[in-house]
């Protein structure tokens, strides 16, 4: 071999070397970029575990001031300081507290100089789940607005406080006019127009919003009661996302309610639909007309369940028993018949059996049109199976309105009503723009809310 060929070889392996030498340098220095930029990630992350993150807002404490900033949607509700806060409730005076329970405190307070009367609840700071439930109710309540709903003014996140601010509703829960009151007791109409308006509220959320929104805790405590007797629904926006499937009819899900008020099909099977709420509500109709707990445990066992002693007393043809002694005999006997109709349907075992809460809305605006026109001459309890529908028309007829019925799988429902309260049409075509998936409301006591 030529020394001149030697030589030629040996440049082109020197060349090899330097280059499989330099890619194995450049190579390290990438790796170690990549793993001190990890590094640093964690420390940035370490440094911020300081404030709490909630999914798709995050709050972080600056140590010096002790405030938190968050992502949390002020433009769809206002921000109070907590300075705003204390001045409101005198620095959280217990005098005025109207409210307790396992999530906190809430305090009647006035805001703007005094314009303006607010309900300030302030949660538990210690509690994880409550600062998942403060998120949600904030991301849903901002975004929803119905006139049976309660609404939500604001928040408050300063010095780690989880503070919400609702409009205050001057006559407190449904419960505080039905029973363990000092309370006068409520006229019947006036009770038909409070079922009305919470059973819109509730529609509401199963309809009015891009995806069903599921309560899962409709009691008479949620239930509250503005200045001019106005029902408005509460507590359901500390809530969970759940399935976007569409096509998906039921969730299943950790049971979670208040005894009483639990649906026992979702109780059974674990699966959460908006008939859960409905059954629930058909518990709040039969307070609205006994004027007595959903649960009482120092009574004899078949009467300790309101639901199931309903359903009991109209199978043996006396509801009249259990009625609050100060309606009896203030109740026309086709607006008691149709009324007790409705809760009955709401109570059935099978939910696909329940009505929808229009079908509820529309039952109780019939039970009320009854009321009003004195319509006491038909007494449902006499009418026979297969003849209901001929005879509702003939007393609606007779009571100067009229209404058409659709048939379905279940049962005949009253679809229209012409003589309609004025807000039930705009109100249900309210809708909530940005929304997606399943919102349940959660509760961890069920002496919480």
Not at 13 to 18: E, N, Q, S
Not at 73 to 86: G, N, T, V
Not at 344 to 356: F, K, Y
């Amino acid at each position: 071999m030529s020394p001149k060929i030697s030589k030629k070889s040996s440049t082109s392996l020197i060349a090899i070397v330097a280059g499989v030498v330099s890619g194995v340098l450049v190579l390290f220095f990438v790796l170690g970029i990549f793993l001190g930029f990890r590094r640093g990630g964690k420390v940035k992350d370490s440094s911020s575990s300081h404030g709490t993150k909630w999914g798709p807002f995050s709050f972080s404490t600056n140590k010096s001031t002790k405030t938190r900033s968050s992502s949390l949607p002020s433009d769809l509700c206002r921000y109070f300081s907590l300075a705003e806060i204390k001045a409101a409730t005198q620095n959280f005076n217990s005098v005025f507290i109207i409210g307790v329970g396992g999530f906190g405190h809430v305090y009647k307070g006035n805001v703007d100089g005094g314009a303006t009367s607010v309900a300030i609840k302030r949660l538990k700071p210690e509690s994880s789940q409550g600062a998942l439930e403060f998120k949600t109710e904030i991301e849903m309540l901002s975004q929803l607005r119905h006139n049976h709903l309660v609404p939500l003014i604001g928040y408050c996140t300063d010095e780690g406080e989880m503070i919400l601010v609702y409009d205050y509703m001057a006559r407190g829960t449904l419960r505080d006019h039905l029973y363990h009151t000092d309370n006068p007791p409520l006229a019947w109409d006036q009770r038909l127009q409070i079922c009305i308006g919470a059973a819109r509220g509730l529609h509401y959320l199963h309809t009015g919003a891009k995806y069903t929104i599921i309560h899962r805790d409709v009691k008479s405590t949620n239930i509250l009661l503005d200045e001019k007797w106005v029902a408005k629904v509460s507590d359901f926006g500390l809530s969970k996302m759940g399935s976007t499937t569409v096509s998906k009819t039921h969730i299943s899900t950790v049971v979670k309610g208040s005894f009483g008020y639990l649906d026992p099909e979702y109780y059974r099977r674990q699966q959460l639909t908006e008939k859960s709420d409905v059954y629930s509500f058909g518990v709040v109709l039969c307070e609205v007309l006994c004027a007595r707990p959903a649960l009482i445990r120092t009574v004899e066992k078949k009467q300790m369940s309101l639901a199931e002693w309903t359903k009991v007393c109209h199978q043996n043809g006396k509801i009249d028993q259990i009625i609050d002694p100060s309606l009896r005999g203030k109740i026309g006997n086709a607006c008691l018949n149709k009324y007790v109709e409705i809760a009955v349907s709401c109570l059935q075992d099978n939910g696909i059996e329940r009505p929808s809460m229009n079908d509820v809305v529309w039952g109780l605006e019939f039970a009320l049109q009854l009321q009003q026109s004195g319509g006491g001459v038909l007494n449902f309890s006499e009418v026979k199976k297969g003849e209901d529908e001929e005879s509702l028309m003939n007393a609606a007829s007779d009571a100067g309105f009229s209404c058409s019925w659709e048939n379905s799988s279940s049962e005949s429902k009253v679809s229209r009503v012409t003589k309609s309260s004025s807000d039930h049409n705009s109100s249900t075509n309210e809708s909530m723009k940005g929304m997606s998936g399943t919102v349940f409301s959660e509760i961890n006591d069920p002496n919480g809310r």
